[in-house]
């Protein structure tokens, strides 16, 4: 069965750092590109960007290029995604999900993961 | 406001078939067949129902079917049951490892 567990809720301040992070399981982690996708409070879902962990090639929408870092380590079989400088804005929950092999839908999702930044 | 168009929601009763509407541009739905369906129940994670607009991940019933036409794709849900309850969002490729979304729609058997 394939599975993607994701790290649970975070409650930061402006200005703090955060990692949060996506285990695959039940897969060859490594041959599958994990992306991430968030969603604000009653807003729609929003496509940030894509991993492929067995080599970190890395793609960002232009809308996160340099707001987020998106990371991996095959080792085990983790994706993550940090942000260096939290802003209120970034309240918001975000899900992992992976791209289906040799084709560009994208299949299985994390549970997502809160994270609210207030001072 | 999401780059796709779904509506916000539809009802059917119990054995009935609803079908949801995702309707995006040719640089998305139309220009690729690479959309999916998800169900999504609050606090889980979004479940595939269907990829490459009409194709079932292992595990998903033939009562969830997609197609699509132009610049519009479609779920239909066959013999509606009371867990079928849920949130329903679909996802477009949209070239250059881009994916765009809906904006989810409210599915309530009655």
């Known amino acids: 069965e394939v599975l993607l567990v994701q790290s649970g809720a975070e409650v930061k301040k402006p200005g703090e750092s955060l990692k949060i992070s996506c285990e695959g399981s039940?897969?060859?982690?490594?041959?599958?590109?994990i992306g991430w996708v968030r969603q604000m409070p009653g807003k729609g879902l929003e496509w940030m960007g894509i991993?492929?962990?067995?080599?970190?090639?890395?793609r960002y929408s232009p809308s996160f290029q340099g707001q987020v870092t998106i990371s991996a380590d095959k080792s085990i079989n983790t994706a993550y995604l940090r942000w260096s400088n939290l802003k209120a804005s970034d309240t918001a929950i975000y899900y992992c999900?992976?791209?289906?092999?040799?084709?560009?839908?994208?299949?299985?999702w994390g549970q997502g993961t809160l994270v609210t930044v207030s001072s | 406001q999401s780059a796709l168009t779904q509506p916000r929601s539809v009802s059917g009763s119990p054995g009935q078939s609803v079908t949801i509407s995702c309707t995006g541009t040719?640089?998305?739905?139309?220009?690729?067949?690479?959309v999916s369906w998800y169900q999504h129940h609050p606090g889980k994670a979004p479940k595939v129902l269907i990829y490459?607009?009409?194709k079932w991940p292992s595990g998903v019933p033939d009562r969830f079917s997609g197609s699509k036409s132009g610049n519009t794709a479609s779920l239909t849900i066959s013999g509606l049951q009371a867990e079928d309850e849920a949130e329903y969002y679909c996802?477009?490729?949209?070239?250059?490892?881009?994916?765009?979304f809906g904006g989810g729609t409210k599915l309530t058997v009655l």
């Open positions: 040719s640089s998305d739905v139309g220009g690729y067949n690479y």
């Open positions: 999900a992976r791209r289906v092999g040799g084709s560009w839908s994208i299949d299985y």
């Open positions: 490459d607009v009409n």
């Open positions: 996802c477009s490729f949209a070239g250059t490892y881009t994916w765009v």
């Open positions: 039940g897969y060859t982690f490594t041959s599958f590109w």
């Open positions: 991993i492929y962990p067995g080599d970190s090639d890395t």
